[in-house]
């Protein structure tokens, strides 16, 4: 099991919706920012949303009021809800944990595929 472990992904309409989830390990990652960035197929990764252990959000332009990211501490985990989905959001989504030390973990990514 890894630090960091998204689940979530999968294929959807344009106009559907997807709620991805990201579980960090506890004893490196309490309280931690964490963030969702993508990657698609012959392009850099990008930040899709993040947040911060005190619950401020920051988003990616191409995502900013049709994504929404939330954190539930009691389970170490964040979720990313995707709605009103575009093919262009076609791309492996992974997972960040930052701790305050510096210490950073990915997760092994998970694909979203939006058909036109």
């Known amino acids: 099991q890894g630090l960091v472990e998204e689940s979530g992904g999968g294929l959807v309409q344009a106009g559907g919706s997807l709620r991805l989830s990201c579980a960090a390990s506890?004893?490196?990652?309490?309280?931690?920012?964490m963030g969702w960035y993508r990657q698609a197929a012959g392009k850099e990764r990008e930040l899709v949303a993040r947040i911060t252990s005190g619950g401020s959000t920051d988003y990616g332009d191409a995502v900013k009021g049709r994504f929404t990211i939330s954190r539930d501490n009691a389970r170490n985990t964040v979720y990313l809800q995707m709605i009103s989905l575009k093919p262009e959001d076609t791309a492996v989504y992974y997972c960040?944990?930052?701790?305050?030390?510096?210490?950073?973990?990915w997760g092994q990514g998970t694909q979203v595929t939006v058909s036109s």
């Open positions: 960040n944990a930052q701790n305050a030390l510096g210490f950073t973990a």
């Open positions: 506890r004893n490196s990652f309490s309280r931690s920012g």
